[in-house]
């Protein structure tokens, strides 16, 4: 019996000790997270006293002043606020709310109104974790000096040895926060990673009116509210897509494709926008219920990546890179007049500093009044199997040009066309060949499908990915011409199939005979994959790049391949290839559907159309309800978009490619192609040359898109009609109304 006892008190101790080491071990990462590690000493907070008055103005000092705006600075904690003359609105750095409706704990309290927030690491720990300060729970030495239209603040974290500058400036109508890379300076262990500045600008409560913007896919806005849910997550976006790009899910995540955010609150708002430094730049939105009750939008800039080394066989430890990225960061912060301050005003905005910036062409003529039919003619794909494998001839080239003549007969005059798998060995025989395929017909019946193509005013556009690398290509090395990770190793998928190319290396290649291979074929252009999608850092021993690096790679190929062709279009629509391309393929026409966004909204599509012509992500034969893509094309201003094959896709049901193209007989599917070509160009040709105006939410699911020229666009997805003074919508129907006059 007494053994007993002891056995079972012993089992209690056991217990009772792995419970307590538990409990320390959490609040000791929560601590560490926040704080620092324990190395250094104990920080000091910014005063209860001060941090309450922030919000305050009369404890700034006005520093810059113009027409439209003033620019105020508060020394304690480098606090700013901008008042605008105009609207009477006071946008303060930090934010403006109760500590009882704010909830949380004192640390995330401090947080929401620090004018910063800091992420750093330890290189001197064996784990490399992320570490998280802000500048009231961590006061650095704060020093300011006046410079022209504003105000200059060194900052030294004297408790963690980093020290960098900051200038906010006023002009017109805007703030301007510059970071130059060349003043951070680190003296200890812990090295920067982030800084994401002015994190509460703007930060909106459960009871003011309005909302957050943010650009994932189209766009997506996330309304203030006083009922919702305590979250646990946040959007929070690495510019022109993840870093994981090999790692993908069955949830496809939507890129943050512009570099731009804003706020609408209480009938005023901002647009903000990165103007250097994207490539190396987040976007967060906090909703309210995720750690506090605050609803935020800021941007993030970057100095450094974490990544996954390799310590022993199959083991990894995180790590953060020694050598700090040396790129300045700028944002802009545009604020726009009271009660214009809508989503629609954010992208009109927007869209005129990319016009002036010249980041942005014109590649539709003035007047163009016919959306052409986006088209994506599947030709060829090999077939592997265990003792054999064959070439498949899904679509030739004699078929194509009768696909092409049958609706220039109906009546489709404007066509934009990508042949896929047109090439040597057929598509997913990563990275592409330049020579074209015997089976489809040979060079000599692509030339003859391009010259119609020409004659008859249809662009053809011959897809080329010279980005993917496949292993059972043997086109590549493994070990010299792919991308690297900063632990020198190869970035692959999980099975080890699928690679990268190293951007020089395709550039060599493509500009040394492959660009004059593809132009022979007279096409009218090249369709460049992922690379309108994607952005990658590259550690390649022979040729390393930042992320910027390996983008300006890509441009220069597509910008001689526009030299050679005319035109060149490009999958997905990153804000680097506004200035270049001709066709964006691949546009989201939705957001990715987090749980705290509200509605999905056409901002991109409002900053592009009338200058690119776009079309969606997923074709009309593979949608699940025809009849709500169909709308979105409508409300959204897109090609309407098929991807057609002469054979019938149980000819290809044993290749990689039956799981994305399951119904695309050409003969099936051209009677619905001409009925909604004609039926969008009868009612909506004549806004295709326009920009978008303004787009709104009237009710739940129904919603208008205007034009430059007045003309007014009401779709309704709902089950029942929509009935306004004088308007009657149909249920999963839409009506156009034309400006008299």
Same mark, same amino acid.
């Given at each position: 019996?007494?053994?007993?006892?002891?056995?079972?008190?012993?089992?209690?101790?056991?217990?009772?000790?792995?419970?307590?080491?538990?409990?320390?071990?959490?609040?000791?990462?929560?601590?560490?997270?926040?704080?620092?590690?324990?190395?250094?000493?104990?920080?000091?907070?910014?005063?209860?006293?001060?941090?309450?008055?922030?919000?305050?103005?009369?404890?700034?000092? #006005?520093?810059?002043?113009?027409?439209?705006?003033?620019?105020?600075?508060?020394?304690?904690?480098?606090?700013?606020?901008?008042?605008?003359?105009?609207?009477?609105?006071?946008?303060?750095?930090?934010?403006?709310?109760?500590?009882?409706? *704010?909830?949380?704990?004192?640390?995330?309290?401090?947080?929401?109104?620090?004018?910063?927030?800091?992420?750093?690491?330890?290189?001197?720990?064996?784990?490399?974790?992320?570490?998280?300060?802000?500048?009231?729970?961590?006061?650095?030495?704060?020093?300011?000096?006046? @410079?022209?239209?504003?105000?200059?603040?060194?900052?030294?974290?004297?408790?963690?040895? =980093?020290?960098?500058?900051?200038?906010?400036?006023?002009?017109?109508?805007?703030?301007?926060?510059?970071?130059?890379?060349?003043?951070?300076?680190?003296?200890?262990?812990?090295?920067?990673?982030?800084?994401?500045?002015?994190?509460?600008?703007?930060?909106?409560?459960?009871?003011?009116?309005?909302?957050?913007?943010?650009?994932?896919?189209?766009?997506?806005?996330?309304?203030?509210?006083?009922?919702?849910?305590?979250?646990?997550?946040?959007?929070?976006?690495?510019?022109?897509?993840?870093?994981?790009?090999?790692?993908?899910?069955?949830?496809?995540?939507?890129?943050?494709?512009?570099?731009?955010?804003?706020?609408?609150?209480?009938?005023?708002?901002?647009?903000?926008?990165?103007?250097?430094?994207?490539?190396?730049?987040? @976007?967060?939105?906090?909703?309210?219920?995720?750690?506090?009750?605050?609803?935020?939008?800021?941007?993030?800039?970057?100095?450094?990546?974490?990544?996954?080394?390799?310590?022993?066989?199959?083991?990894?430890?995180?790590?953060?890179?020694?050598?700090?990225?040396?790129?300045?960061?700028?944002?802009?912060?545009?604020?726009?007049?009271?009660?214009?301050?809508?989503?629609?005003?954010?992208?009109?905005?927007?869209?005129?500093?990319?016009?002036?910036?010249?980041?942005?062409?014109?590649?539709?003529?003035?007047?163009?009044?016919?959306?052409?039919?986006?088209?994506?003619?599947?030709?060829?794909?090999?077939?592997?199997?265990?003792?054999?494998?064959?070439?498949?001839?899904?679509?030739?080239?004699?078929?194509?040009?009768?696909?092409?003549?049958?609706?220039?007969?109906?009546?489709?005059?404007?066509?934009?066309?990508?042949?896929?798998?047109?090439?040597?060995?057929?598509?997913?025989?990563?990275?592409?060949?330049?020579?074209?395929?015997?089976? *489809?017909?040979?060079?000599?019946?692509?030339?003859?499908?391009? #010259? &119609?193509?020409?004659?008859?005013?249809?662009?053809?556009?011959?897809?080329?990915?010279?980005?993917?690398?496949?292993?059972?290509?043997?086109?590549?090395? #493994?070990?010299?011409?792919?991308?690297?990770?900063?632990?020198?190793?190869?970035?692959?998928? &999980?099975?080890?199939?699928?690679?990268?190319?190293?951007?020089?290396?395709?550039?060599?290649?493509?500009?040394?005979?492959?660009?004059?291979?593809?132009?022979?074929?007279?096409?009218?252009? @090249?369709?460049?994959?992922?690379?309108?999608?994607?952005?990658?850092?590259?550690?390649?021993?022979?040729?390393?790049?930042?992320?910027?690096?390996?983008?300006?790679?890509?441009?220069?190929?597509?910008?001689?391949?526009?030299?050679?062709?005319? #035109?060149?279009?490009?999958?997905?629509?990153?804000?680097?290839?506004?200035?270049?391309?001709?066709?964006?393929?691949? =546009?989201?026409?939705?957001?990715?559907?987090?749980?705290?966004?509200?509605?999905?909204?056409?901002?991109?599509?409002?900053?592009?159309?009338?200058?690119?012509?776009?079309?969606?992500?997923?074709?009309?034969?593979?949608?699940?309800?025809?009849?709500?893509?169909?709308?979105?094309?409508?409300?959204?201003?897109?090609?309407?978009?098929?991807?057609?094959?002469?054979?019938?896709?149980?000819?290809?049901?044993?290749?990689?490619?039956?799981?994305?193209?399951?119904?695309?007989?050409?003969?099936?599917?051209?009677?619905?192609? @001409?009925?909604?070509?004609?039926?969008?160009?009868?009612?909506?040709?004549?806004?295709?040359?326009?920009?978008?105006?303004?787009?709104?939410?009237?009710?739940?699911?129904?919603?208008?898109?205007? &034009?430059?020229?007045?003309?007014?666009?009401?779709?309704?997805?709902?089950?029942?009609?929509?009935?306004?003074?004088?308007?009657?919508?149909?249920?999963?129907?839409? =009506?156009?109304?034309?400006?008299?006059?």
């Amino acid at each position: 019996m007494l053994r007993r006892w002891l056995r079972i008190i012993s089992w209690v101790l056991v217990i009772g000790f792995c419970a307590f080491f538990i409990y320390k071990a959490e609040h000791f990462q929560i601590a560490r997270n926040a704080l620092g590690d324990g190395k250094e000493p104990d920080p000091q907070p910014v005063a209860k006293e001060i941090v309450d008055k922030l919000s305050n103005l009369a404890g700034y000092a #006005k520093v810059s002043e113009n027409d439209r705006l003033s620019l105020y600075f508060e020394p304690v904690t480098s606090s700013i606020a901008v008042s605008d003359k105009t609207t009477g609105a006071t946008w303060m750095s930090a934010s403006n709310i109760t500590d009882e409706a *704010l909830g949380g704990s004192e640390l995330l309290k401090n947080s929401v109104r620090a004018p910063l927030n800091l992420t750093y690491a330890d290189i001197s720990r064996p784990v490399q974790d992320p570490l998280y300060t802000n500048s009231i729970t961590l006061p650095p030495k704060i020093s300011k000096e006046d @410079i022209d239209k504003g105000i200059r603040v060194h900052y030294d974290f004297d408790k963690l040895g =980093i020290s960098f500058a900051i200038e906010y400036t006023i002009e017109a109508d805007r703030l301007e926060v510059y970071i130059p890379a060349a003043d951070i300076k680190e003296k200890t262990s812990n090295l920067l990673v982030s800084i994401e500045i002015l994190p509460n600008l703007g930060s909106g409560t459960d009871k003011d009116k309005g909302y957050m913007f943010y650009p994932d896919g189209s766009g997506a806005i996330s309304y203030f509210k006083e009922t919702h849910p305590q979250y646990k997550d946040r959007y929070s976006a690495t510019v022109y897509g993840s870093e994981d790009v090999l790692k993908r899910t069955s949830q496809r995540v939507e890129n943050a494709y512009l570099p731009v955010f804003g706020a609408n609150k209480n009938g005023n708002g901002f647009v903000a926008y990165v103007t250097q430094g994207e490539f190396e730049s987040k @976007i967060n939105y906090y909703p309210s219920g995720y750690t506090v009750n605050l609803n935020r939008v800021s941007g993030e800039f970057f100095y450094r990546r974490f990544y996954d080394a390799a310590i022993r066989r199959g083991e990894f430890s995180q790590r953060v890179e020694k050598d700090l990225m040396p790129v300045d960061h700028r944002l802009r912060y545009v604020f726009l007049p009271k009660d214009h301050s809508d989503y629609s005003e954010m992208a009109k905005a927007y869209r005129s500093y990319l016009i002036e910036s010249g980041k942005l062409q014109k590649r539709i003529a003035d007047g163009g009044k016919e959306i052409p039919a986006a088209i994506n003619l599947f030709m060829g794909i090999r077939e592997d199997n265990v003792l054999s494998k064959q070439f498949l001839k899904i679509t030739t080239f004699e078929q194509a040009k009768k696909f092409l003549q049958e609706l220039n007969t109906a009546g489709v005059n404007a066509m934009s066309v990508v042949l896929e798998g047109w090439m040597k060995d057929g598509l997913g025989d990563f990275p592409d060949s330049d020579q074209v395929s015997s089976e *489809l017909g040979g060079r000599a019946k692509l030339t003859d499908l391009t #010259k &119609y193509a020409k004659d008859h005013q249809i662009d053809i556009f011959l897809d080329f990915n010279n980005v993917d690398a496949f292993d059972r290509n043997l086109g590549f090395r #493994k070990n010299i011409d792919v991308m690297k990770s900063p632990s020198k190793l190869a970035l692959e998928d &999980y099975y080890g199939f699928w690679y990268l190319l190293n951007a020089e290396r395709a550039w060599t290649k493509f500009m040394g005979s492959q660009a004059k291979t593809l132009a022979g074929y007279d096409a009218s252009g @090249i369709s460049f994959a992922e690379m309108g999608s994607i952005a990658l850092a590259d550690y390649n021993e022979y040729h390393p790049f930042t992320r910027e690096g390996t983008v300006q790679k890509w441009l220069e190929m597509m910008k001689y391949s526009r030299e050679q062709n005319g #035109k060149v279009a490009v999958y997905g629509g990153n804000s680097y290839v506004l200035g270049t391309a001709d066709r964006l393929m691949d =546009i989201p026409l939705h957001d990715t559907g987090y749980v705290y966004s509200d509605e999905a909204v056409p901002f991109y599509q409002m900053v592009v159309h009338g200058y690119i012509p776009y079309s969606g992500d997923l074709p009309m034969n593979s949608h699940y309800d025809s009849r709500e893509l169909f709308l979105k094309w409508v409300e959204y201003g897109s090609m309407p978009y098929y991807e057609l094959t002469y054979a019938k896709p149980e000819e290809f049901r044993y290749t990689f490619y039956s799981d994305t193209l399951f119904s695309s007989s050409f003969d099936q599917w051209s009677p619905f192609l @001409i009925q909604q070509y004609k039926e969008l160009n009868k009612k909506l040709g004549h806004t295709w040359s326009q920009e978008i105006e303004s787009h709104r939410i009237i009710t739940r699911d129904v919603y208008e898109t205007t &034009y430059g020229d007045g003309t007014k666009v009401i779709v309704n997805y709902s089950s029942l009609p929509y009935k306004s003074t004088g308007v009657e919508v149909q249920p999963k129907d839409y =009506i156009v109304l034309k400006q008299e006059g």
